[in-house]
């Protein structure tokens, strides 16, 4: 008798065990602790269980580590996604579904059409958007001041905003222009940099001014605006060599660039507007009433040719969404909308300074009265997306190939070669196109 | 009595099958599925990450011709060339030899910087000599106070030179320890005799050390042929994004992780283990030659 009740009690603990082992996951980086941490904390309280928290640090590849994950078979069960890659995990079946819990959701009626339509592919949900952002040229108002640069700076063209590096180089501002470049940096080039300037070097009309052709639905591997965009760089970094192009290899040091910022010896430095916030994350630089003051930006300006933007602006953001493999579907979902509650995401998007894919957290008080986030209205309006057709992970590596192959001092022509080289071998000869 | 040691032996190759046979295992299922993905279109994510096609060698054709490759290549068989050839074997030899003969009064002091190099994770290695480098690093700040213009970001204008010193650094320990406990293997009455005769001691690196040693310089270059050729973590921390040290390590660590590739980035890697193969085969020619 005496056997078997210690039997049973060992089989029982070794049962509890297990279940254990089904605790919930959650992976997000570092930078989005204040956006998931508060929900789940609610959520183990209200709840009893426990979730995995698995915070990636900064300076990890966010995004090859996902996919890593997701083809090992280890993903957690909900994560967060990079909005350019939710296509791929969507079409390789990593992803789940969600429609089926969050379409009743007050916090998903309170999201923007757009952004519904951007988690959307086949009518089903996939992922809940976080956040969305804009880009522009972060200054310093005392070191255009110090140089004689009349502020607040606004460059109408790409002529212009050349000059004013030059300035500031010839007055010894070491990167005067900071523009990413180069494979090492990974999106941030095609993003933050290459983007920027292709949308503005021509005319919209017929994609021009874009990497793929969505009319055609072809990627595009010659154009005028391929050809002046990586002109732009040869001009910034080969040419009149306005800054090292060593500030994006692999040593990228962002607190080093954050002093350098504050201590006038970056120029201009194209940057997203999260930048505003997380200029003070893991810097080491205290977020001072007198550094604040000091923090001016400009938007990205077309190049100034006939019918072209007069300037340029492309979105990404971040979403959540759910393991296809998810151990427990209804536990995940009740997770979810936890993290995605309305008072704990008002309160994080308050302090961030990103801007609201929700209407129920953009109608908040501090949300409104926020002169960072409220300044940006207008280049939201006039924004893009990326061209993120499955396939763009491909694109976008070849893209910050190119960049790379102009700052190894290789020609326009060149660099396009290989670039038409790449995408051949990945899409074929009929799938791409040429504009003269 | 050879029952006993058979009886031995036996014992300890049962102890020593069941790792062996491990390794095997993962070894070998490794590298067939290397070489069978590298005729596919896999991917890390989207259609072809779940569904992928056998495309035959269209990998190789591609990869063969691609612009970039080639340039990878050339950069990695002068990085190989310079810093494992010429920086490791030979400057080893070179050292074994001279402590040997009495130049290197204290050799510990040429140890210790050497085994650290070859001690310290490269990580560790990585970070560390970024720091001395970096454009605010400790080489241009001497550099600052000596008032002697600086040449801007070290890595930019000499990065092959550094990840090339870097890694002779790195591998320097090994050619070091394998050459000095050849040396002492050269009979030592030769040694005296030359030098009672008056013969340079760079006549006897060359007339006498060397040819005594050549077995070993075989084996030891065909050892650091490989591993040099796979070099992947230190440049990539330190310099990716750097064309002039775009060695193929991190070219096919681009093609496999930020392109998603990972068929492509396996053929590039069976193309490295070929060319390994081919140096092997050279080696091992010459060494069969040579004891003819």
Request: charged share 20%; hydrophobic share 45%; glycine share 8%.
């Amino acid at each position: 008798m005496k056997k078997l009740l210690v039997g049973t009690t060992a089989l029982l603990s070794m049962l509890s065990l297990l279940a254990h082992a089904k605790d919930l996951s959650v992976m997000y980086g570092e930078t989005f602790a204040d956006a998931i941490e508060p929900g789940i904390a609610q959520y183990e309280k209200d709840t009893g269980n426990t979730v995995i928290r698995q915070k990636i640090p900064a300076a990890t590849i966010y995004d090859q580590k996902l996919s890593l994950d997701f083809i090992g078979g280890q993903a957690a069960d909900l994560m967060l996604v990079d909005s350019y890659t939710l296509s791929s995990h969507v079409e390789a079946g990593y992803l789940r579904d969600i429609s089926p819990f969050v379409s009743s959701w007050p916090e998903w009626q309170s999201v923007y059409d757009n952004f519904k339509n951007s988690v959307t592919f086949d009518n089903k949900i996939y992922a809940l958007p976080l956040d969305t952002d804009v880009r522009m040229m972060y200054y310093n108002i005392d070191t255009f001041k110090e140089h004689g640069i009349e502020v607040p700076w606004q460059p109408k063209n790409w002529d212009e905003l050349i000059a004013t590096a030059e300035k500031l180089k010839a007055e010894g501002v070491e990167q005067s222009l900071l523009i990413p470049v180069g494979v090492s940096r990974g999106e941030e080039t095609t993003m933050q940099g290459f983007y920027m300037l292709l949308l503005g070097a021509d005319v919209p009309t017929d994609d021009r001014n874009r990497l793929r052709d969505w009319n055609d639905g072809k990627w595009i591997v010659d154009s005028p605006a391929l050809r002046k965009t990586l002109g732009f760089y040869k001009d910034v970094y080969m040419d009149k060599k306005l800054s090292p192009y060593s500030a994006y290899t692999q040593s990228y040091n962002l607190a080093a660039r954050v002093k350098g910022y504050f201590d006038g010896s970056v120029g201009i430095w194209f940057d997203g507007s999260w930048r505003y916030v997380e200029m003070f994350f893991n810097t080491g630089v205290e977020p001072t009433d007198e550094l604040i003051a000091k923090i001016a930006y400009a938007r990205v300006p077309g190049s100034g040719c006939e019918g072209c933007l007069d300037y340029t602006n492309i979105s990404g953001g971040w979403t959540l969404a759910m393991n296809e493999k998810v151990s427990d579907i209804e536990e995940a979902a009740k997770l979810m909308e936890y993290i995605y509650g309305k008072e704990y995401f008002t309160n994080w998007i308050n302090a961030s300074g990103k801007i609201s894919t929700r209407g129920d957290a953009a109608e908040s008080e501090a949300y409104m009265s926020n002169a960072f986030v409220s300044g940006l209205t207008d280049m939201v309006k006039g924004t893009t997306l990326r061209d993120t057709y499955p396939g763009y992970l491909i694109v976008t590596q070849a893209v910050q190939q190119m960049t790379q192959d102009i700052v190894d001092g290789k020609s326009v022509d060149e660099a396009l070669a290989r670039y038409k080289e790449s995408l051949d071998f990945e899409f074929g000869a009929d799938n791409l196109k040429t504009y003269e | 009595m050879g029952y006993a040691i058979y009886k031995r032996r036996k014992k300890t190759l049962l102890f020593l099958t069941v790792p062996f046979l491990v390794s095997l295992f993962f070894f070998l299922i490794a590298v067939v599925w290397t070489i069978f993905i590298s005729f596919t279109n896999q991917k890390l994510t989207g259609i072809e990450a779940i569904n992928p096609k056998i495309i035959g060698l269209k990998n190789y054709l591609y990869i063969l011709k691609n612009s970039t490759f080639i340039d990878s290549l050339t950069i990695t068989a002068n990085f190989t060339f310079l810093s494992a050839i010429i920086g490791q074997c030979f400057i080893g030899i070179l050292l074994a030899a001279f402590v040997r003969q009495g130049f290197i009064k204290r050799p510990v002091f040429i140890e210790i910087p050497i085994l650290l190099g070859w001690i310290v994770p490269d990580t560790v290695a990585a970070f560390s000599w970024l720091a001395l480098v970096d454009d605010t690093g400790f080489v241009n700040q001497v550099l600052s106070w000596l008032n002697i213009e600086s040449t801007g970001s070290l890595m930019e204008h000499h990065g092959f030179f550094i990840i090339t010193v870097n890694n002779v650094w790195k591998g320097l320990a090994w050619s070091y320890l394998l050459f000095t406990a050849a040396i002492d293997g050269v009979s030592r009455e030769i040694l005296e005799a030359s030098t009672m005769d008056g013969v340079s001691a760079g006549r006897q690196i060359y007339h006498i050390i060397i040819p005594s040693i050549l077995p070993q310089i075989f084996i030891n270059l065909l050892l650091i042929t490989i591993w040099t050729v796979g070099v992947f973590s230190i440049p990539y921390i330190m310099s990716n994004g750097n064309p002039d040290t775009n060695i193929l390590g991190v070219f096919m660590y681009n093609q496999a992780f930020a392109s998603q590739r990972i068929g492509l980035a396996s053929s590039i890697s069976v193309i490295m283990t070929c060319i390994v193969g081919v140096f092997a085969a050279l080696y091992f020619y010459f060494q069969k030659k040579y004891e003819e």
